[in-house]
């Protein structure tokens, strides 16, 4: 009896030999596994390069990089909207010029000073009492509401140091040029039309330009 014989059994039960059986793994499973790990990343390779030959020999890539830059060029060269309202043509304004001061004929003069300039012309007369030599200054725009960013700042360019005022119960879009004691004459021609160029023209403010500098795509 073998020595690998447990105690009490022998006969068809009876272990011979001096070494134990050796357990093996089935390496048919193994192998197929392998194997399906290998032709995976085969597949996976030969797919990613297949995608690169296909950008190198269509230019796949530098076409998706041109769109990107022509759109850019694109929204460059399209000018954005304004969104400043148009300024008023001195002949859709209508001005009153009231004389509140002792001096005769002021009024008509300076009238027709603003005729000459585009101007339309309504009353031509005395200050009421409210402001009648009561303005001790060169004189007084005064405008509706809506007259505070439109008309009023063009008639200021006729006469840049009068003082501006609206009147929220005024109606109508007529403008009133109150003379005032200080007054001497209109501003300068000259002077008022480069004013008015300029506030039909406003220009960038150099924070806003040098922004757009600096976010401009090249093309």
Aim: with cysteine; hydrophobic share 35%.
């Amino acid at each position: 009896m073998s020595m690998l014989t447990p105690p009490g059994m022998g006969g068809q039960y009876r272990i011979t030999g001096d070494k134990y059986p050796r357990m093996r793994r089935p390496r048919k499973r193994r192998k197929l596994a392998l194997a399906v790990v290998a032709s995976a990343t085969a597949l996976g390779l030969a797919g990613w390069g297949t995608v690169q030959l296909i950008n190198i020999f269509t230019g796949g890539g530098d076409s998706a990089s041109a769109a990107g830059t022509k759109s850019e060029c694109s929204a460059k060269a399209s000018p954005s909207p304004s969104t400043a309202a148009a300024v008023p043509a001195p002949g859709t304004i209508t001005v009153n010029v009231l004389n509140a001061t002792t001096r005769t004929g002021l009024a008509k003069e300076t009238a027709d000073e603003l005729k000459k300039r585009g101007f339309h012309i309504g009353q031509v007369t005395n200050a009421p009492t409210q402001y009648d030599k009561k303005v001790k200054g060169v004189g007084i725009l005064l405008g509706p509401a809506t007259a505070l960013n439109t008309t009023l700042p063009v008639l200021g360019t006729q006469l840049t140091t009068a003082e501006r005022r609206t009147d929220a119960t005024r109606k109508g879009t007529t403008l009133d040029l109150i003379i005032g004691d200080d007054f001497k004459s209109l501003t300068p021609t000259k002077t008022a039309t480069k004013a008015l160029t300029a506030l039909e023209t406003p220009q960038p403010t150099p924070t806003k330009a040098k922004a757009k500098a600096n976010t401009k795509p090249s093309c």
